[in-house]
């Protein structure tokens, strides 16, 4: 597990720099998988990032919030997810991103407006 530790440290920065100042959101919660996903929209940009948050212990922030700037760092046997800006903090036991999860624009859609 510690090389894939490194990589999640090493990797994942780039990629959520890549959408900072999106519009964030959790996505959704389960309790059978014990997941939260956290969803970065843009507007006028096709395709998404989504957090996958799993085995959450803690949850503290608003449930969708502007100008995102999440980060994810070591945190005892697992990790935090967090947002400074905006309040946001989710200790979880592992984290997963992927780019472009379907639906590709959800807020779009959602909002009746087309980007």
Same mark, same amino acid.
């Given at each position: 597990?510690?090389?894939?530790?490194?990589?999640?440290?090493?990797?994942?920065?780039?990629?959520?720099?890549?959408?900072?100042?999106?519009?964030?959101?959790? =996505?959704?919660?389960?309790?059978? !998988?014990? $997941?939260?996903?956290?969803?970065?929209?843009? !507007?006028?940009?096709?395709?998404?990032? $989504?957090?996958?948050?799993?085995? *959450?212990?803690?949850? !503290?922030?608003? $449930?969708? =919030? +502007?100008?995102?700037?999440?980060?994810?760092?070591?945190?005892?046997?697992?990790?935090?997810?967090?947002?400074?800006?905006?309040?946001?903090?989710?200790?979880?036991? !592992?984290?997963?991103?992927?780019? +472009?999860?379907? *639906?590709? +624009?959800?807020?779009?859609?959602?909002?009746?407006?087309?980007?």
């Amino acid at each position: 597990m510690p090389d894939r530790i490194d990589d999640i440290l090493r990797h994942f920065p780039t990629l959520l720099r890549r959408w900072d100042g999106s519009i964030a959101r959790m =996505w959704e919660l389960t309790t059978s !998988h014990r $997941t939260l996903r956290i969803r970065l929209e843009q !507007h006028g940009r096709v395709g998404n990032l $989504t957090v996958a948050c799993i085995g *959450p212990e803690f949850i !503290h922030g608003p $449930t969708e =919030w +502007n100008d995102s700037h999440l980060e994810v760092a070591r945190r005892g046997d697992g990790f935090v997810v967090k947002d400074e800006r905006a309040g946001v903090e989710i200790h979880v036991g !592992h984290v997963e991103v992927a780019e +472009n999860c379907q *639906p590709m +624009n959800a807020f779009t859609i959602a909002s009746g407006t087309t980007g």
